[in-house]
């Protein structure tokens, strides 16, 4: 069964800091090259980063420096350390396969809210 289950959101201060967890299914997890996606209201949902089975990183340009993506494959889980977070980082934030159609669905997400 594939699975995908995002936590660690949070409410935080600009400038603040929150580490993310995504625990896959080891079917998606040791077969794909994993990336963290997040949607802001009204907005699509859009890739951050993403880090291949070779622990390779690559991150949009508005979080490069802030934001790292790890993974660990002993526990079929990939983690978003997020530093100097700001209002507009605000959003609901999912892990997924990259692609994403190569799985095919979607976990619930967790939230981020960056707010004084």
């Known amino acids: 069964q594939v699975q995908l289950v995002e936590s660690g959101g949070g409410l935080v201060q600009p400038g603040g800091s929150l580490r993310l967890s995504c625990a896959a299914s080891?079917?998606?997890?040791?077969?794909?090259?994993m990336g963290w996606y997040r949607q802001a209201p009204g907005k699509q949902r859009d890739l951050l980063g993403l880090i291949t089975i070779d622990d390779i990183t690559h991150y949009k340009d508005s979080v490069k420096g802030r934001f790292t993506i790890s993974r660990d494959h002993a526990k079929n889980t990939v983690y978003l350390q997020m530093n100097s977070l700001k209002p507009e980082d605000t959003a609901v934030y999912y892990c997924?396969?990259?692609?994403?159609?190569?799985?095919?669905?979607w976990g619930q997400g967790t939230q981020v809210t960056v707010s004084s």
């Open positions: 997924n396969a990259v692609p994403s159609t190569s799985v095919g669905s």
């Open positions: 080891g079917s998606i997890f040791s077969r794909n090259v």
